[in-house]
């Protein structure tokens, strides 16, 4: 069931709709929706059951919550969207640029666990990503079957993993980078991420990366915009600007909805970001 005005959208033509299940509230992207065989959801904190700083649809078990908690979370989005619990490919993320490629039956079981990016061509693996500001990217071929999940945080972002994951595409699948839709999912904004000059400076890499950042009001600091930076890596490596789709929705502005770990600080919990191939 669509949501009819979700009061928070800044912007309903941005291409994307919350849908809901009971108490479980996800967010969804119409030009991945449309692709038929494809099944994904930028899922909100809403509808779990963990409790305190992890209300309440946590999927990480390494931030301090309850596992048992964790666990009956992921048997609700499992339920929800009907596809096995098993199926779900979670990752130790390590803000690093890793990518591991799911193939030849490995389902549910990549064959490296410690990565930031997850690529496959089957059938019925979940590629699974966990944030509270960083920024998930859906990535589905829409000639092929290829499909990627990626976590960029800013040393991610800083590294380009978005793009090594179109090339891994191309490079694995043979997917055409004009064939994918590219997906920004909710992410903390330009508007509350403030770095340091150091931090700045490990951005130079990104195409643009000047006009990346805007001075913040504290001297010495600047406002990055790591959706935007993932948008340039994402169309410097081929996709088309029509075919990058940024929610635009800011985790740390709207913490009673998303985890933020800016906007509400260690410990919280961490959304659940994924996509899969029928
Ligand atoms: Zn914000």
């Not at 119409?30 to 065989?37: I, N, P, S, T």
């Not at 410097?236 to 985890?259: N, Q, S």
Request: with cysteine; glycine share 12%; hydrophobic share 40%.
């Amino acid at each position: 069931m669509t949501i009819e005005t979700p009061f928070f959208i800044p912007d309903a033509s941005r291409g994307f709709r919350f849908s809901r299940q009971g108490e479980l509230l996800w967010l969804e992207s119409l030009a991945l929706a449309e692709q038929g065989d494809v099944v994904h959801a930028f899922c909100t904190r809403r509808g779990g059951v963990s409790a305190g700083p992890f209300h309440s649809l946590n999927f990480s078990v390494s931030v301090g919550d309850d596992a048992v908690c964790v666990e009956r979370n992921r048997k609700i989005v499992s339920a929800a969207f009907g596809i096995p619990a098993a199926h779900f490919v979670t990752l130790r993320q390590v803000h690093g640029d890793d990518i591991a490629v799911i193939e030849g039956g490995t389902l549910g079981n990549p064959p490296k666990r410690s990565c930031d990016g997850l690529l496959s061509v089957e059938s019925g693996s979940v590629l699974c990503i966990k944030t509270a500001d960083c920024v998930p990217v859906l990535l589905a071929d829409t000639r092929r079957r290829g499909i990627g999940a990626v976590h960029a945080g800013w040393k991610g972002t800083a590294r380009g993993i978005a793009g090594k994951a179109v090339r891994l595409m191309t490079a694995r699948f043979g997917t055409r980078p004009a064939d994918i839709i590219a997906v920004i999912g909710p992410a903390i904004g330009r508007c509350c991420y403030e770095v340091d000059e150091p931090v700045r400076q490990e951005m130079r890499d990104v195409p643009g990366w000047r006009e990346m950042c805007v001075p913040s009001v504290r001297e010495g600091r600047w406002m990055c915009d790591l959706p935007g930076a993932n948008r340039r890596q994402l169309a410097a490596a081929g996709v088309p600007e029509e075919h990058i789709h940024d929610a635009g929705l800011c985790t740390a502005c709207h913490r009673e909805v998303f985890f933020s770990h800016r906007g509400e600080g260690e410990p919280t919990g961490r959304q659940l970001n994924f996509i899969m191939r029928r």
